[in-house]
């Protein structure tokens, strides 16, 4: 089973201790901050592991990139913490279990991975997706959702079969070596996860957002400027790959959208809420929906752009009703070449 690379010296050296600090679920000062470090690098039961409602930030917040939230949730499985109730936890993971089915299929580049939302193979089209192949189902989900659980185990388990299950039978025998992952936790399991567990990945991932960047570019003398005013909603996933982020504005300029300022946004990005609901905060989800849809509404936004289908899947009902129109990404930049 591949190991965590965690270096204890690095936090037990640590003055900032930013990734307590700036947990805005946490509420710690630094004395205090240093005293559940301590406990966490040392595996214990630092009281972190009950508070944590995975929002992923402090894996973005270390600026050591020793893995703060991976080691949370490695150490809830290890103390029997369950985020999530335990009933609905196993569900999911019985739910989502590989079927060891996946067989060759002729497949041909740009190859998107679309992994357990085929609900949105819609989306990809022509031009933006110019001859594209896809895939999708449980023998080739990452598998990265079990962070909201507390079961680490089953991310170590199941990802390094997926990632074989991906190169053995639908790019290495189709001679492809790139993957354009539709969402962003596919993007960070074959990247941060994969480089925190020494996970060999025998393909290229692409970030949806790469491949978009280069298509538009490919397409310029089609794009039609929306001229619209547009916040972005940033997702838990992304605080796993924070270098994409910046990507959000250069499709933008590009297609002559205008992005408002929140206060809720980048690194103060707030979390859709399906995992509060999951976790049983009622009031918490509700209370972030309410303080995300305010902030839209000051912010003059006409759209909110998603790139997770979950957040757009959960928000996108409380955002019409507050008068702005909910997009994925692609959707949008479709419209922008006129399709
Ligand atoms: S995880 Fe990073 S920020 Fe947190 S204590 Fe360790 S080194 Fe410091
Ligand atoms: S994942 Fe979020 S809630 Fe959990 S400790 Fe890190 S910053 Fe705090």
Redesign the pocket.
């Known amino acids: 089973m591949p190991e965590l690379k965690f270096e204890k010296d690095l936090c037990m050296q640590c003055e900032t201790v930013d ?2 600090t ?5 509420g710690l000062d630094i004395p205090q901050a240093k005293r559940e470090r301590d406990l966490l690098a040392n595996g214990g039961k630092s009281r ?1 592991l009950n ?9 973005e ?1 270390c600026p050591k990139g020793n893995h ?2 991976y080691r ?1 949730v490695e150490l809830q499985e290890k103390h029997g913490v369950h985020p999530v109730p335990a009933q609905i936890e196993e569900h999911q993971i019985a739910s989502l279990a590989p079927k060891g089915k996946t067989q060759f299929r002729e497949l041909h580049a740009p190859v998107i991975d679309m992994c357990t939302f085929p609900m949105l193979k819609d989306s990809i089209r022509s031009p933006l997706f110019e001859n594209a192949s896809m895939f999708w189902g449980t023998d080739v989900f990452c598998n990265l959702m079990y962070l909201h659980f507390g079961r680490m185990s089953v991310s170590r388990q199941r990802l390094p079969v997926m990632i074989e299950n991906i190169w053995r039978y639908y790019l290495e025998p189709n001679g492809l070596s790139e993957l354009v992952c539709y969402h962003d936790e596919c993007y960070a399991a074959f990247t941060s996860y994969a480089e925190a567990y020494g996970l060999n990945v025998p393909f290229k991932p692409v970030h949806l957002f790469e491949h978009i960047l280069d298509r538009l570019k490919q397409l310029k003398g089609r794009i039609r400027p929306l001229n619209i005013r547009a916040a972005y909603h940033r997702n838990c996933s992304n ?1 796993l790959v924070p270098e994409t982020h910046a990507l959000v504005d250069r499709i933008f300029d590009l297609i002559g959208v205008s992005r408002v300022k929140r206060h809720y946004e980048d690194g103060d990005a707030l979390c859709c809420g399906l995992n509060f609901e999951a976790q049983q905060r009622s009031d918490l989800a509700k209370d972030t929906r309410n303080r995300i849809i305010e902030d839209l509404k000051s912010s003059g936004a006409t759209h909110c752009i998603y790139n997770c289908p979950m957040c757009f899947f959960t928000l996108q009902e409380s955002v019409r009703s507050a008068g702005i129109t909910p997009m994925l990404m692609a959707d949008l930049c479709q419209t922008a070449i006129g399709e």
């Open positions: 990734c307590l700036k947990c805005r679920y946490a972190v508070d944590c409602v995975t929002c992923y930030a402090c894996e917040f703060p939230f949370i605080r």
